[in-house]
């Protein structure tokens, strides 16, 4: 099993960039394909982003795509989301989550494991 402990959330301003960390625990973290997803007040948590066992394929939402980008360590056991022009719609918790998968998915059901989130928020 894997635990996951997001970081690097803040405040910043319209334009600005952002780099949110997932780090995880277990010997097994190779084994588990990536997600991040979000939830903004009075939403239903949504898909970001996902990334492949090692790394070799990444999925985007159509909303983050060209700005975010998704990537992974697994030396370090760590999942990464890079966030670049920043919009105030952008503002949510971004939970981090793993799957036992072996195909791309954007369900969260999906979803075996999640973190606690961290809070962006993107002022105008």
């Known amino acids: 099993q894997v635990q996951l402990v997001e970081s690097g959330g803040g405040l910043v301003q319209a334009g600005g960039s952002l780099r949110l960390s997932c780090a995880a625990s277990?010997?097994?973290?190779?084994?588990?394909?990536m997600g991040w997803f979000r939830q903004a007040p009075g939403k239903e948590r949504e898909f970001v982003a996902a990334i492949s066992w090692y790394g070799a394929s990444t999925y985007y939402a159509d909303s983050v795509k060209g700005r975010f980008t998704i990537s992974r360590d697994n030396a370090k056991n760590t999942v990464y989301l890079q966030m670049n022009s920043l919009k105030p719609e952008d503002t949510a918790i971004y939970y981090c989550?793993?799957?036992?998968?072996?195909?791309?998915?954007?369900?969260?059901?999906?979803?075996?494991?999640w973190g606690q989130g961290t809070q962006v928020t993107v002022s105008a």
């Open positions: 277990g010997r097994t973290f190779s084994n588990y394909g």
């Open positions: 989550a793993a799957t036992a998968r072996t195909y791309f998915t954007s369900r969260s059901g999906d979803y075996d494991r």
